[in-house]
Structures are given as structure tokens and as C-alpha cells.
């Protein structure tokens, strides 16, 4: 058949937001696995949508890791931003990752969609979507495609429509 296009993508986001589970869910269920660990540095995983065959860097969100990140925002074509949205505490942190991550020189003159995930919406008293894109200025974002879905990576609701919105972005 037709290869399919290969992109890269970063997966970022604090740590116990929920970027492993929702990576694993975007693969085939026959290369799922069932118990997902906290990200040590990062790992590679693959899935493919209609047209695209996406490479994730999923990262590992825990601060002594976090310097990780900028050593591959230049191979990344796209970001995958994870967000807890029952995690009000640490929203701010959040927003501050984001900001650090929008200023990087290989970041800031880029085109790269972002596609962001108000994850763990099944948590009672969780932030809606809109809420979350407030508390972290999304509007503030000129330069660059971005979209939010609320999302829950346990059971893969609204990860269909985030991905689906990613492939329109890259084609
Ligand atoms: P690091 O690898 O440490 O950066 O964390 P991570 O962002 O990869 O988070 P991970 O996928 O390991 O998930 C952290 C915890 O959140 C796990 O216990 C998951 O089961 C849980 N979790 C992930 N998504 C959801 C969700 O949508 N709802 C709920 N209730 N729990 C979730
Ligand atoms: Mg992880």
C-alpha cells in the first residue's frame, strides 16, 4: 500500500498529567499495554491515523527531567501538550512550562501546531476546556495553530477528535 507520511511529535506536559496513557491509547489495542509507569527521561512510541504515520517523543514531565525537553524541539513538526485539568494547584506551573516552551529559539519562529489536552476530564470538580485555555493564555498564542480538547486518556474520549485536528494541520 501507500506509505504513509512520517511526522514527528513531542509530547510535553507536567508529569501525572496523563501523556503516556494518552499515547498508548492512540495505539492499536493489540499494542497497548495495561500498566503505564511514571516516564523516565523519555520514550519513543508510534501510531498511525488515516494518513499520517506519527513518531511521539513522549517526554517525562517530572521537573529533573524537564530540561530534557529542548534537546529535541527541533525534530518535532508538531507538540502534543498534555494539561490535568483537575490539577488546579499546578496549573500555574503548567502555564509557566508553556511560556518557557513558546520563547525557545527553536520554538518561537516555527510553524508547529499544538494540539492541547484538557486531560482527566472524568475527575469530579475538573476544568472544562474553556477554563483551562483561560488559566493558561492560550489566547495569547498568535503565531501558531492550536486547538484544545477536553479529553480522557483512560478511556480514550476525545483523543479522535485532537488527533484528527493534528492530521488537518500537517497534510
Ligand atoms: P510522566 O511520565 O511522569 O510525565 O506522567 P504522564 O503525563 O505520562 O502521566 P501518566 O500517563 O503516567 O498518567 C498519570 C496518572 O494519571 C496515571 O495514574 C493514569 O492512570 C492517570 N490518568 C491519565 N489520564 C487520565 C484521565 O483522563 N482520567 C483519570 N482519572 N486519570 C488519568
Ligand atoms: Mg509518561
Known amino acids: ?50 494518513s499520517l504515520s506519527f513518531t511521539v517523543f513522549d517526554m517525562s514531565g517530572q521537573g529533573r527531567y524537564r530540561n530534557l525537553w529542548e534537546h529535541y524541539y527541533k525534530e518535532g513538526k508538531a507538540i502534543i501538550f498534555v494539561i490535568d485539568s483537575s490539577d488546579k494547584l499546578r496549573m500555574v506551573v503548567a502555564k509557566e512550562e508553556l511560556e518557557t516552551l513558546l520563547n525557545h529559539p527553536d520554538i518561537k519562529h516555527r510553524r508547529m501546531p499544538i494540539l492541547f489536552f484538557a486531560n482527566k476530564m472524568d475527575v469530579r470538580d475538573a476544568l472544562s476546556a474553556v477554563k483551562v485555555s483561560q488559566l493558561m493564555l492560550l489566547e495569547t498564542i498568535k503565531d501558531k495553530p492550536w486547538h484544545i480538547c477536553a479529553s480522557d486518556g483512560l478511556k480514550g474520549e476525545g483523543l479522535q477528535e485532537g488527533v484528527d485536528w493534528l492530521q488537518d494541520q500537517i497534510q
Open 1 to 50: 500500500g501507500l506509505k504513509k507520511k512520517e511526522v514527528h511529535v513531542l509530547c510535553l506536559g507536567l508529569d501525572n498529567s496523563g501523556k503516556t496513557t494518552i499515547i498508548n491509547k492512540l495505539k492499536p489495542s493489540n499494542a497497548q499495554t495495561q500498566d503505564i509507569v511514571p516516564t523516565i527521561g523519555f520514550n519513543i512510541e508510534k501510531f498511525k491515523t488515516a
